[in-house]
């Protein structure tokens, strides 16, 4: 007895001094990335290399398996140290971003003001709901439909998600297969999550919306970018895609029509990236929040044989549902299971009459197609009004509701000129910088009326004149 209370003493002792060691190997590995960070000062080097930060995931993988440890365990170890690193080597804080999100804000605050302003900024249509979701919605209310409603949504709702996925998609789902969600930026935050984790990275294709590349720098997860330009049409090829994957990539997100270029990827091409990422074992995130507003033809997920996908949809752009807040995202049963959990702990469920609404929204397509013809004509309309404006260039969207114009000048601060034209001439946009390394570009969301559109595009031609 009193033995194996010794040995127990001194394994705890010896548990002690390991850990001891292993913060005095952090401690002389920090030292050591301070030197590097001094020696890149004075040599004007890059203080971030991604190919270095590779090699250590593909030694920290290898050292794992040697020794039989848990390859994540060893990436989370990995992402702990990189950031502690970076941390001593003085990293610039990360440049505030200017995100959609905060332009709104800003907007929002000074229109409280009593200052009107013509809003390009803000990725919300100025359509009505259709009048059948609003009916269902305020019955259901009065019907006091006011209680806690299951996890993944009504039953209701669940089975129209069903039958409009398979009238849209011909792609049979289970009931366990769906989950409805307060939006689609919850929808898209979960899949992260349920597909990656802490040390770990996935792949965005620039510009994107914002919120992929935040949502995994919560996870602790890098985004690795495919960077496109408005001479590719704002498309990635195949290979760039390919060459982005590293050892410890898990995900890829897609999301077309893109937010904020309207780029549709080509169906084959979708599929050549939806190959490759089945080749590496890669989740597909498929945003199709968009798919409504579509001009070309346009990919879905659910129409390609991928082997691990994760859809997100919303009810917000299509049916001009944004303050009601549901989505849906359609996966494998095991995936919904996860986010069942994460769902249940957080937001317990949609609220049940908004969910009787949403399930009206389905049945509602002649709304759609309204609100697609209005989209279409406004994106005419814009383009148009951007040929007149010879400082910029742009490549004229095939769906969504936003234009990615482009300063023709290399030296062109969107930033800055975001905010000359909100003071000088009233007008809202969001900077390219908030979608990625975009200084010379600018989002018009197109979800205002036409007047607005127009004359918030000749202000903007103003100023640069
Ligand atoms: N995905 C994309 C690409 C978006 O642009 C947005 C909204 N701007 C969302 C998802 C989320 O929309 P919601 O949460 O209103 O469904």
Redesign the pocket.
């Known amino acids: 007895m009193m033995s194996s209370e010794n040995e127990l003493e001194g394994l705890r002792e010896q548990i002690a001094d390991t850990t001891r060691e292993i913060i005095d190997l952090v401690a002389a590995r920090n030292a050591l990335a301070k030197k590097v960070g001094e020696l890149k000062m004075k040599g004007s080097i890059p203080l971030e290399d991604a190919k270095v930060e590779d090699s250590l995931v593909r030694l920290v993988l290898g050292e794992c398996e040697t020794k039989g440890l848990d390859g994540q365990t060893g990436l989370k170890i990995l992402s702990t140290l990189l950031a502690e690193g970076k941390r001593v080597q003085g990293f610039p804080a990360k440049q505030q971003l200017i995100t ?1 999100m905060m332009m709104s804000a800003k907007a929002q605050q000074i229109e409280a003001t009593g200052k009107k302003l013509l809003r390009l900024d803000v ?1 919300e249509p100025d359509f009505h709901p259709p009048k059948a979701v609003l009916d269902a919605t305020s019955e259901a209310l009065y019907a006091y439909r006011t209680r806690y409603a299951p996890t993944r949504g009504i039953p209701e709702l669940v089975t129209a998600v069903r039958q409009y996925i398979d009238r849209r998609h011909h792609f049979p789902v289970k009931d366990s297969e769906v989950i409805v969600n307060p ?4 929808g ?1 935050y979960m899949a992260l999550m349920s597909s990656v984790r802490e040390g770990e990275s996935a792949i965005v294709i620039e510009p994107n ?1 914002p ?1 992929y590349k935040e949502g995994l720098q919560y996870i602790g997860a890098r985004a690795i970018s495919v960077h496109t330009t408005l001479e590719e049409g704002w498309l990635p090829s195949v290979d760039a895609v390919q060459d982005a994957i590293r050892p410890n990539t898990r995900a890829i997100v897609l ?1 077309y029509p893109a ?1 904020p270029t309207g780029a549709i990827l080509a169906p084959e091409k979708f599929r050549g990236i939806v190959e490759v990422a089945d080749e590496h074992g890669l989740t597909v995130i498929s ?1 199709e ?2 798919t409504d507003y579509s001009y070309a033809p346009t990919p879905s997920i659910l129409e390609t044989p991928a082997k691990k996908f994760i859809l ?1 949809a ?4 299509t049916w001009a549902m ?1 303050g009601f ?1 549901v ?1 849906y995202t359609v996966s494998s049963e095991e995936n919904i299971s996860k986010m069942m959990k994460i769902q249940s702990l957080i937001v317990t469920c949609v609220p049940e009459f908004i969910q009787r609404g949403a399930i009206k929204a389905l049945g509602s397509d002649p709304e759609v197609a309204s609100n697609a013809a209005a989209m279409r004509e406004r994106i005419d309309l814009a383009s148009r009004e951007l040929d007149a404006i010879p400082a910029l260039q742009y490549a004229k969207p095939d769906g969504a509701m936003y234009i990615f114009p482009q300063a023709r000048n290399a030296d062109f601060d969107s930033v800055a000129f975001t905010m000359k034209l909100l003071e000088e001439k009233g007008v809202t946009i969001s900077p390219g910088t908030g979608f990625g390394d975009y200084p010379r570009a600018f989002r018009v969301s197109l979800g205002g009326s036409k007047e607005t559109i127009v004359e918030g595009i000749r202000k903007i031609g103003e100023l640069l004149a």
Do not use: H, L, M
């Open positions: 959609p990725g939006g689609g930026r919850f898209v919306w919120a999301s937010n945003d929040i968009y997100t919303s009810f917000s752009k944004t807040r989505g």
